[in-house]
C-alpha cells in the first residue's frame, strides 16, 4: 500500500501543481545547458521542493539525458524516485547537520559520478545545519568540481547564511491556492474511482492552508473512514471542523453585539469537542 502522496508524486516537471515560473525556468535550463552548479528551493512545506528537486536529478542523469522529460524508465530514473541511486544523495539536513557529516559531503564530491553525468546532492531542511557545517560547506560551493551540484531545500531561508544564499540560484515555491488544491484532490478521487462531494473537496482543500500534501493526507484518511462516497459530514467528523453556520450565527451576534448569544455559540463549540484553538 502506499500512501496518496507518493503514489500520485508527480514524475515530470508538467506534473508539479502552482509553481510554473520555477518549472518553466529549469527545463529552459536543462535545454539550453545553462545548470547552475548550487539551487536553494525555498518555501511553506507540502509544496513540491522535494519533488522538484527529485525531477531535475532525474533530467540530469537519465539515460537518455540531460533531458528536461525524463523517461522514468531506465535504472538511474527508477532508482533516483526509490531514493536509492547513488550519484543523487538526499541528506536530512536536520539529523546530518554537523561539521563532520559535512566534511564526510565533501570528501564525496571529489569522486566522479557513476553511472550519471552528476553528482546530486539534495539537503532538505538546509537551515537546520551548524553555523560549522556551513563554513565548511562554503568552500564546495565557491569552488564546486565541474560533476556536482547542490539542491537545498527549506522552509526557512532566512537562516541560511547570506554567503551561502549568494552562491545560489534560488526558488521560491508559494503556497497553493485553494482551487489547485481542489483540482488535484478531485483527479485524484477520480483515479481511485471514490467519489467526493464537492463541497467536501473545498473543505479539504481550504483546510490544507497551501499544503498539497496535507490536502493529500487527509484525502487518504477519508479514503479509509469513509463507505462509498465522501460528504461535507466525513470531513467534518473526521477532522473536527467547525460548521460553517456557527461562524455566521457568531458574526451576526457580534455584529449585533449580542454577548449571551456570543457566550452560548462558544459554549455549543467546546460542547461539541471542537479544538477551541482551532475555532
Not at 528536461?68 to 524516485?81: G, V, W
Not at 477519508?222 to 462509498?228: R, V
Not at 460542547?271 to 477551541?276: I, P, T, V
Amino acid at each position: 500500500y502506499l500512501v496518496i502522496a507518493r503514489k500520485y508524486r508527480p514524475k515530470y516537471f508538467s506534473e508539479i501543481v502552482g509553481q510554473e515560473h520555477i518549472t518553466k525556468t529549469l527545463i529552459n535550463a536543462i535545454n539550453d545547458y545553462r545548470v547552475a552548479h548550487a539551487y536553494l528551493f525555498s518555501g511553506p512545506r507540502g509544496v513540491g521542493k522535494t519533488t522538484t528537486a527529485r525531477i531535475l536529478s532525474k533530467s540530469l542523469n537519465c539515460q537518455k539525458g540531460p533531458t528536461a522529460l525524463p523517461c522514468n524508465t531506465c535504472s538511474n530514473c527508477r532508482e533516483i524516485d526509490d531514493s536509492i541511486n547513488l550519484d543523487v544523495l538526499e541528506i536530512d539536513g536536520a539529523s546530518n547537520r554537523g561539521i563532520e557529516e559535512i566534511r564526510t559531503l565533501q570528501e564525496n564530491t571529489r569522486y566522479a559520478p557513476g553511472r550519471g553525468n552528476y553528482k546530486i546532492y539534495i539537503i532538505d531542511e538546509v537551515h537546520m545545519l551548524t553555523k560549522h557545517a556551513f563554513n565548511a560547506l562554503l568552500k564546495t560551493l565557491e569552488e564546486p568540481p565541474k560533476h556536482v551540484i547542490f539542491i537545498f531545500a527549506t522552509t526557512e531561508p532566512h537562516k541560511v547564511p547570506m554567503t551561502v544564499l549568494s552562491r545560489c540560484q534560488r526558488f521560491n515555491f508559494r503556497r497553493l491556492t485553494v482551487s489547485e488544491i481542489e483540482g488535484k484532490l478531485k483527479e485524484i478521487s477520480e483515479k481511485e474511482k471514490i467519489p467526493v462531494e464537492d463541497l467536501a473537496v473545498k473543505l479539504i482543500a481550504r483546510q490544507a492552508d497551501g499544503s498539497l500534501r496535507d490536502g493529500e493526507s487527509m484525502l487518504d484518511q477519508l479514503f479509509t473512514y469513509s463507505d462509498g462516497k465522501i460528504t461535507v459530514n466525513d470531513v467534518r467528523q473526521m477532522f473536527g471542523f467547525v460548521e460553517e453556520e456557527i461562524y455566521f450565527s457568531l458574526t451576526d451576534s457580534i455584529k449585533g453585539k449580542d454577548e449571551k448569544k456570543i457566550l452560548k455559540i462558544i459554549d455549543t463549540v467546546f460542547d461539541k469537542g471542537y479544538d477551541m484553538e482551532e475555532f
